[in-house]
C-alpha cells in the first residue's frame, strides 16, 4: 500500500513539472497595443508547443513549456516574475540578455538568425536614419536640435547602440536633441512619424525596416552609413550605421544542464520553415553569440546601475521614472528634477502623443559654466554703479537668492 502511494505521489509531481518561458517582441504595424495574448500568438508555437514536444516529452522525467508574455507593463514585469520563481527562461532583446545575465546571473543559450531581405544573418543592424529630402539633416553633427524617434529601452538598434553612436560624434540626445521620444514595441509609429515630417530622425533595426518598409528604403539617409560589414563571413546586403546583437534566449542557473541543453539543441534544429518560424518571421537559432557588447552599452547609457549594496540592477523598459533615472548628463550639464522633466515639452511647445515617453532636453547647462567669474563680476559692477540695486525695484532684487551679488546686504 505505501508503495502504490509514492508511485502516485511520484506520477503527481512528474505531471505537475512545468517550465515557464517569458517572451516579448515588437509590435506588428497595423497591430492594436501589445498584450501577453498578442505576443503569445506569435511565441507559443515554438516556446510552449514546439519545446514541449520536442525536449519536455523526452526528458527522462516529462515536463511542459509554458509561455507568457512579459515586459509590456508593471504587471508583467520579468524582474519579479523571476524574483518570485516564476520565470525559468526568456526570449528577449541583446539588452534584456544582458540585464538578466548582469541582474540574476541567468545563462544565455541561443540567438537567433534574422531574415534581412534574402539573407539569413546571426545579428542584427542599427540604422540612424532621417529623411532625404529633410535638406536641413546631412550628417550626425546636424541631429542637434531635432527630434528623435526611439523603440525599447533594452532594444540594441531601436535604442542603446543609437545613443552611443550619436554620442561617440558629440551628439547628447538630452542635452542636443529638442525632443526624444520613446514608442516601446510600436516602432511603426515612429518610423511614420518621421516619414511624415513629425519627427527628424530614428533608430530602427535594418531587419524590421527591410522586412516591414523595402519600398521606403531608398528614401531615407543612412547616418554614419557602412556597406560590407560582415559576421560569422556573411556580408550584411544593406548600408547600415553599425551591426548590433539580436534577440536571445537566456535561462534561470537554476535548470538542470540537461534541459538547457535540450533546448538549445531543439531550437537549432529549427529552420526558416517550420511553421512557428513562420510566425516569428525568423530563420532559426545558432549558439548564443557574445552579449558583451550589449553589456558595455547598458552602462554607459545608465540603464544597468549599482544598487546600495553594490548589485547589478537594471531599470525598467516601460517605465517613465525608469527612463529619467538611466539618463546621466555630460559634466558640465544638470539633470532637472524629474517633476519639471515631466513638464518641459509642454513648456517648449512640443507635443507628446498619447502613450509615447517624451524628454525635452532634461540636461541643462551649469550656470557657472555658460559665464565666467569675470563676466558674473564684471555684471555685478556695472549694474551696481549704474544704480539698478537700488533703483527701487523692491520686487526684483527681494527675489533674489540671499548669496548673489546683486542683492544688497
Known sequence: ??????????????????????????????????????????????????LTETVGKKLSTPAKFVFRGVDINAQTSSRDLIESGGLDFLYTLSGGVACKAAEFGWVPLATQ?????????????????????????????????????????????????????????GVHIYRDMSQVRFYGP???SYFQAVMRGELDVGFLASSWLTKNHPKEMDQLLVHERKEGLMYEGVVYPYPVSKLTPTYGLIASNAIAWDVKRKVMDALEALNASHPGMKLMKIAG???????????????????????????????????????????TCPSDHYKVDYNLSTKQC???GLACPAGVICFCRP???????????????????ALYAAGVIYSGIPAFY???????????S
Open 285 to 327: 537559432w545558432t549558439s548564443t553569440m557574445n552579449y558583451g557588447a550589449a553589456y558595455t552599452t547598458l552602462v554607459n547609457s545608465g540603464v544597468i546601475h549599482d544598487t546600495s549594496d553594490g548589485a547589478k540592477t537594471c531599470r525598467d523598459p516601460y517605465s517613465r521614472y525608469d527612463i529619467y533615472q538611466s539618463i
Open 186 to 188: 510600436d516602432y511603426e
Open 398 to 408: 527681494a527675489a533674489l537668492p540671499d548669496n548673489t551679488c546683486l542683492k544688497p
Open 1 to 50: 500500500c505505501g508503495f502504490v502511494v509514492i508511485m502516485c505521489l511520484a506520477s503527481v509531481t512528474a505531471k505537475d513539472i512545468t517550465y515557464t518561458v517569458g517572451g516579448w517582441q515588437a509590435q506588428t504595424p497595423g497591430q492594436a497595443p501589445q498584450t501577453p495574448e498578442t505576443i503569445a500568438k506569435t511565441l507559443a508555437p515554438i516556446f510552449q508547443d514546439y
Open 346 to 348: 509642454d513648456q517648449a
Open 113 to 169: 538568425r534574422n531574415i534581412v531581405g534574402t539573407t539569413v544573418f546571426g545579428s542584427d543592424a542599427l540604422v540612424v536614419f532621417s529623411l532625404k529630402n529633410n535638406t536641413s539633416i546631412k550628417n550626425v553633427e546636424d541631429l542637434k536640435r531635432t527630434k528623435l524617434g526611439c523603440g525599447y529601452l533594452w532594444s540594441g538598434p531601436t535604442y542603446l547602440q543609437g545613443y552611443q553612436l550619436l554620442r561617440d560624434h
Open 363 to 381: 540636461c541643462q547647462p551649469n550656470l557657472k559654466n555658460v559665464f565666467s567669474w569675470e563676466v558674473v563680476v564684471g555684471l555685478c559692477c
